[in-house]
Nanobody, 120 residues
Framework: QVQLVESGGGLVQPGGSLRLSCAASGSISSVDTMGWYRQAPGEERELVATITTGGTTNCADSVKGRFTISRDNAKNTVSLQMNSLKPGDTAVYYC??????????????WGQGTQVTVSS
């Protein structure tokens, strides 16, 4: 089992910045992709950004140029720097980890979520 603990959410004014962090613990091995998803009220969960072990990133068009994802493979942490925040970024942000074992089994883990609210 893998546990993910997020931190860094909160209330920020439009145009402001926040940094989310996620730390993985437990039976950590064969970690592949880590990333962030978000879910606004009444909406489906959507991808924000992901990063592979090799550092390849994938970001939603809506956050490109504003959000930056980074990762520390040695510490099994992933961070999301969010700049120029907009009210539309308001959502619960979830950390995600994909584990691919040597036999090909894929596990996907989720954090408990952290609220980000962008409002004046």
């Amino acid at each position: 089992q893998v546990q993910l603990v997020e931190s860094g959410g909160g209330l920020v004014q439009p145009g402001g910045s926040l940094r989310l962090s996620c730390a993985a613990s437990g039976s950590i091995s064969s970690v592949d992709t880590m990333g962030w998803y978000r879910q606004a009220p009444g909406e489906e969960r959507e991808l924000v950004a992901t990063i592979t072990t090799g550092g390849t990133t994938n970001c939603a068009d809506s956050v490109k140029g504003r959000f930056t994802i980074s990762r520390d493979n040695a510490k099994n942490t992933v961070s999301l720097q969010m700049n120029s925040l907009k009210p539309g970024d308001t959502a619960v942000y979830y950390c995600n980890l994909v584990q691919i074992l040597t036999d090909g089994t894929v596990y996907r883990y989720w954090g408990q979520g952290t609220q980000v609210t962008v409002s004046s």
